[in-house]
Structure formats: structure tokens, C-alpha cells
């Protein structure tokens, strides 16, 4: 007779099989359990065939990554707990030291960071490429080059760059190209048709969509690529938990619908904005004037996310804009973007040190359009300009 407490681990009731809901179950484990020693031994732990260790893959986390390799149109993704850490996966798995990497001039800032900090430490160099300017982008490339970041639109300067011509460079020169498609959602732009190798997706925006999760997802489609990067985040332990992989999940079917929402509503008060005298400049994609506009037009099916920043007249100091953001009720002060709630930041550009081509003059603000009433949003918006001046 065994005691409570061993049938209370080891109880002998197995629930029926076959049970279905429209939810994908949730398996959640450090360990994993082998019938026997023989197939213990045999476990191949970088197979998707089976399980091995919690880390290296669940029925949840194996059932996210194939459909975020579907929705970005690759063949294997890698899970990591975030972004930045996806960003810092592929540079990890795919550089040693003498080599080089290049980022574009608007790149996600941690990103740079990385190359300036733990990179240079180990002896991998970085350029800075300026991201409109191909001329400029091819000759940065040298024998050292051994991957390229992409970046499209900058995520605060919102200029869209060709990066399908950026790819087709790398391809001429054999390099690799990285592209941080965050922006895209896995709706507006397939980065793999335009041409890239390696397709990264912070889900915490648009996938996660609660301003709840934080997860990132590095997609490719060759094999010995994949490969490479999948050792690499085994040998530095990246995993992420069931239950974000569970929120995820839930997300995704909706994604399409909440990423056209916000599109159709940042439009909308992209567009009142810009005929507002308080504006002197509208940086958003979709619009015509709108630095690398013609590129979004050709590569992005008419799709758009819900981000635009605006430039404020330069008879605006940073204390009156800085006073329009602090003045928003609907709209809250905060980075990142994807979820439910409008979010602004005020940006002074010549602290970030972008690009080699900002000549525009005048404060930055960059909106996130969430998901509430846009006539609600637009008043909140209106109420805040009247109250700066
Ligand atoms: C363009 C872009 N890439 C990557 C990231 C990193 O994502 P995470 O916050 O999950 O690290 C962000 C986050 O703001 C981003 O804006």
C-alpha cells in the first residue's frame, strides 16, 4: 500500500482521451518523462518528433512556433523571451569574433546597444548604415560583413526603407540579412519574399496584442540556418513559459482583424492631424510625402500598422509638447505598441542619434493608435492641442 502522498503524485486515474475545444491544451514542464531508458537515449533533442526537456519544446510552445513560422511564410522558428533577446539570438548564434555586423541608421536603439556593448567587448565591430541610402548601404559592406540588419519603417522616425533592394544587395555579396519585421505584424510584409534570410518578430506587439506578454520569435527557411540558431539558444538556455505561449496562442487568431483596426484608426487621426496647424510634418508610411513612401506602396499590400509620429511646428518648445503629452487622458505615456491602449512618446531626435538624414527640425511624437472609439481618441487629441498653446 502506498501512502497518500505518493498516490497523490503518482495517481493512477487518466482522464478519457479525445477531448477537444477550440483552445490548443496548455503543457506546462521543466521535465519530461521517457518511458524507458532506450528511448531516453535515443531522444534527439533537436527533433520536433518528440520531447526532451521543458526548454528545448512543449506540445504548446512546438504548436507556436509552427504557426508563427506560418504567419511570417518561413519554415522554423525559435521561441525567445522577448524581442531584444530574439535580436540578441540571431547576432549571438551567427557572429564571432573579427567579424562585422551592420544596422541601419533607424534600428530598434537596444539593437544598437548590443552591437556597442556586449559585440564590441567580444570583438565583433558594427557600421551604422544609413537606412534610405542603398549607395551608402552597399559600401559598408566589406569582406568582414558577415550579417545585416533591416529595419522597416524605424519605429520612431517611421521612414520606410527598400529593403527588398537591401536584401538583394546582401544576396549579390553573400551576406546574411536579418530583418526586424515587429512592425509588419506578419500581415503587411512577408520579409522572406522580399528577399531576407532571417525574419525576427518581437510578439509582443501586435501577436500578444494585450501589452501583457513579452516573447520573440526568430523565423527562417533554410535548414543549416536554423540549425545554427536553434544550438545557440539551447546552449544559452532561452525558453519561454507555457502560460505566454498559451496567451499567444489565443491572440493569433484574431491578429489580422486587430492589426486592420488599428491601421484603419491611426489613419484616420494620422490624416486630421496633418491639416492641423500645429503639425508641421506627418511621418507615416501610408501617406504620400512620407519618407519611403513609394517602397511601403510597393511592398506592403496597402497594409499598414497603427504608428505614426508627427513633428511638431518648430514655435513649439519641448516643454509645451512635452505638457500636450502629459495633457492626454485617453492616450498613455509608454513605450512599445500592439495593444488595446493608445500610447504616445515625445522624442527629442537629436538625442537618439539616429540618422545620418534627419534634417527635420521640430519635436517628435510618436503615436500608438490602440483599439478604442477613434472619434473618442481624436477629441482626447484636440483637447490636449488646445491646452499647449
Ligand atoms: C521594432 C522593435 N523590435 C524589437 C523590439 C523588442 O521587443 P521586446 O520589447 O519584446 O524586447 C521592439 C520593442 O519595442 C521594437 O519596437
Not at 16 to 34: L, M, N, R
Not at 81 to 89: H, Q, R, T, W, Y
Given at each position: 500500500m502506498t501512502k497518500p502522498v505518493t498516490d497523490l503524485i503518482h495517481h493512477p486515474?487518466?482522464?478519457?482521451?479525445?477531448?477537444?475545444?477550440?483552445?490548443?491544451?496548455v503543457y506546462k514542464a521543466s521535465t519530461v518523462i521517457f518511458k524507458d531508458v532506450a528511448a531516453m537515449r535515443a531522444r534527439d533533442w533537436r527533433s520536433k518528433a518528440g520531447y526532451t526537456y521543458g526548454l528545448h519544446g512543449t506540445p504548446t510552445t512546438f504548436m507556436l512556433e509552427e504557426r508563427?513560422?506560418?504567419l511570417e511564410g518561413g519554415k522554423h522558428c525559435v521561441l525567445y523571451p522577448?524581442?531584444?533577446?530574439?535580436?540578441?539570438?540571431?547576432?549571438?548564434a551567427l557572429l564571432s569574433s573579427g567579424d562585422e555586423v551592420l544596422i541601419p541608421s533607424n534600428v530598434y536603439g537596444p539593437n544598437k546597444a548590443l552591437c556597442e556593448g556586449e559585440f564590441r567587448r567580444w570583438g565583433i565591430t558594427h557600421q551604422?548604415?544609413?537606412?534610405?541610402?542603398?549607395?551608402?548601404?552597399e559600401r559598408r559592406i566589406g569582406p568582414k560583413t558577415k550579417l545585416v540588419w533591416l529595419e522597416a519603417p524605424g519605429s520612431v522616425s517611421m521612414e520606410?526603407?527598400?529593403?527588398?533592394?537591401?536584401a538583394r544587395i546582401c544576396r549579390q555579396r553573400g551576406v546574411l540579412s536579418a530583418l526586424d519585421n515587429t512592425w509588419a505584424g506578419g500581415v503587411a510584409l512577408n520579409g522572406f519574399d522580399a528577399g531576407c534570410d532571417i525574419v525576427v518578430h518581437a510578439l509582443t506587439k501586435y501577436p500578444s496584442g494585450g501589452g501583457d506578454v513579452l516573447m520573440g520569435a526568430v523565423v527562417t527557411r533554410d535548414d543549416a540556418l536554423n540549425e545554427k540558431i536553434k544550438l545557440a539558444h539551447m546552449r544559452l538556455?532561452?525558453?519561454v513559459g507555457a502560460n505566454d505561449a498559451e496567451s499567444l496562442l489565443r491572440s493569433l487568431p484574431s491578429l489580422p482583424v486587430r492589426y486592420a483596426a488599428h491601421d484603419r484608426a491611426a489613419r484616420?487621426?494620422?490624416?486630421?492631424l496633418s491639416t492641423r496647424g500645429e503639425i508641421a510634418q506627418l511621418l507615416h508610411p501610408a501617406f504620400a510625402g512620407s519618407p519611403g513612401h513609394e517602397n511601403w506602396n510597393r511592398l506592403c499590400g496597402g497594409h499598414a500598422a497603427g504608428l505614426f509620429s508627427v513633428l511638431f511646428d518648430q514655435r513649439f518648445t519641448q516643454a509645451q509638447v512635452d505638457r500636450f503629452c502629459d495633457s492626454l487622458r485617453l492616450f498613455k505615456l509608454g513605450y512599445s505598441w500592439g495593444g488595446p491602449v493608445s500610447l504616445v512618446v515625445p522624442y527629442d531626435m537629436s538625442q537618439i542619434r539616429l540618422a545620418h538624414h534627419w534634417p527635420e527640425k521640430g519635436i517628435l511624437v510618436r503615436f500608438s493608435v490602440g483599439l478604442e472609439d477613434v472619434q473618442d481618441l481624436r477629441a482626447d487629441i484636440q483637447q490636449s492641442l488646445e491646452g499647449m498653446k
Amino acid at each position: 500500500m502506498t501512502k497518500p502522498v505518493t498516490d497523490l503524485i503518482h495517481h493512477p486515474y487518466i482522464p478519457p482521451a479525445g477531448f477537444a475545444a477550440p483552445q490548443p491544451p496548455v503543457y506546462k514542464a521543466s521535465t519530461v518523462i521517457f518511458k524507458d531508458v532506450a528511448a531516453m537515449r535515443a531522444r534527439d533533442w533537436r527533433s520536433k518528433a518528440g520531447y526532451t526537456y521543458g526548454l528545448h519544446g512543449t506540445p504548446t510552445t512546438f504548436m507556436l512556433e509552427e504557426r508563427i513560422a506560418t504567419l511570417e511564410g518561413g519554415k522554423h522558428c525559435v521561441l525567445y523571451p522577448s524581442g531584444l533577446a530574439a535580436i540578441s539570438g540571431v547576432g549571438t548564434a551567427l557572429l564571432s569574433s573579427g567579424d562585422e555586423v551592420l544596422i541601419p541608421s533607424n534600428v530598434y536603439g537596444p539593437n544598437k546597444a548590443l552591437c556597442e556593448g556586449e559585440f564590441r567587448r567580444w570583438g565583433i565591430t558594427h557600421q551604422v548604415y544609413d537606412s534610405m541610402d542603398l549607395a551608402d548601404f552597399e559600401r559598408r559592406i566589406g569582406p568582414k560583413t558577415k550579417l545585416v540588419w533591416l529595419e522597416a519603417p524605424g519605429s520612431v522616425s517611421m521612414e520606410f526603407p527598400a529593403i527588398d533592394e537591401q536584401a538583394r544587395i546582401c544576396r549579390q555579396r553573400g551576406v546574411l540579412s536579418a530583418l526586424d519585421n515587429t512592425w509588419a505584424g506578419g500581415v503587411a510584409l512577408n520579409g522572406f519574399d522580399a528577399g531576407c534570410d532571417i525574419v525576427v518578430h518581437a510578439l509582443t506587439k501586435y501577436p500578444s496584442g494585450g501589452g501583457d506578454v513579452l516573447m520573440g520569435a526568430v523565423v527562417t527557411r533554410d535548414d543549416a540556418l536554423n540549425e545554427k540558431i536553434k544550438l545557440a539558444h539551447m546552449r544559452l538556455g532561452f525558453g519561454v513559459g507555457a502560460n505566454d505561449a498559451e496567451s499567444l496562442l489565443r491572440s493569433l487568431p484574431s491578429l489580422p482583424v486587430r492589426y486592420a483596426a488599428h491601421d484603419r484608426a491611426a489613419r484616420e487621426l494620422a490624416s486630421w492631424l496633418s491639416t492641423r496647424g500645429e503639425i508641421a510634418q506627418l511621418l507615416h508610411p501610408a501617406f504620400a510625402g512620407s519618407p519611403g513612401h513609394e517602397n511601403w506602396n510597393r511592398l506592403c499590400g496597402g497594409h499598414a500598422a497603427g504608428l505614426f509620429s508627427v513633428l511638431f511646428d518648430q514655435r513649439f518648445t519641448q516643454a509645451q509638447v512635452d505638457r500636450f503629452c502629459d495633457s492626454l487622458r485617453l492616450f498613455k505615456l509608454g513605450y512599445s505598441w500592439g495593444g488595446p491602449v493608445s500610447l504616445v512618446v515625445p522624442y527629442d531626435m537629436s538625442q537618439i542619434r539616429l540618422a545620418h538624414h534627419w534634417p527635420e527640425k521640430g519635436i517628435l511624437v510618436r503615436f500608438s493608435v490602440g483599439l478604442e472609439d477613434v472619434q473618442d481618441l481624436r477629441a482626447d487629441i484636440q483637447q490636449s492641442l488646445e491646452g499647449m498653446k
